[in-house]
């Protein structure tokens, strides 16, 4: 069994910063990339930003771009997202995923497998 466990999340003032953490533990599996959504009360779960354990340049949506930054600790099997310029419509629950294979695209829920347990991200203004 995989898992994957959020944390950092919290309370922050609009314009502060967060660094929220994912680390990966378990079973050994297929390391494509890893993912980190985000979901707000009565919408749907939304792509936040995407890197590959390979390497290469992180994606990211729209709506994040320039103020959040993805990072991988190889070492430490924990990917990480730097969340500067907060603004009180980040506020969601974050989740982190595990993308195994390339049956989907990234910016899709279904384009991962595994799941961590979200943690509450509220930005007030």
């Known amino acids: 069994q995989v898992q994957l466990v959020e944390s950092g999340g919290g309370l922050v003032q609009a314009g502060d910063s967060l660094r929220l953490s994912c680390a990966a533990s378990g079973r050994t599996f297929s390391r494509v990339g890893m993912g980190w959504f985000r979901q707000a009360p009565g919408k749907e779960r939304e792509f936040v930003g995407y890197?590959?354990?390979?390497?290469?340049?992180?994606y990211y949506a729209d709506s994040v771009k320039g103020r959040f930054t993805i990072s991988r600790d190889d070492a430490k099997s924990t990917v990480y997202l730097q969340m500067n310029s907060l603004k009180p419509e980040d506020t969601a629950v974050y989740y982190c995923?595990?993308?195994?294979?390339?049956?989907?695209?990234?910016?899709?829920?279904?384009?991962?497998?595994?799941w961590g347990q979200g943690t509450q991200v509220t930005v007030s203004s």
């Open positions: 890197i590959r354990w390979s390497g290469g340049r992180p």
């Open positions: 995923a595990a993308r195994e294979d390339y049956s989907d695209s990234i910016y899709s829920t279904g384009g991962y497998r595994y």
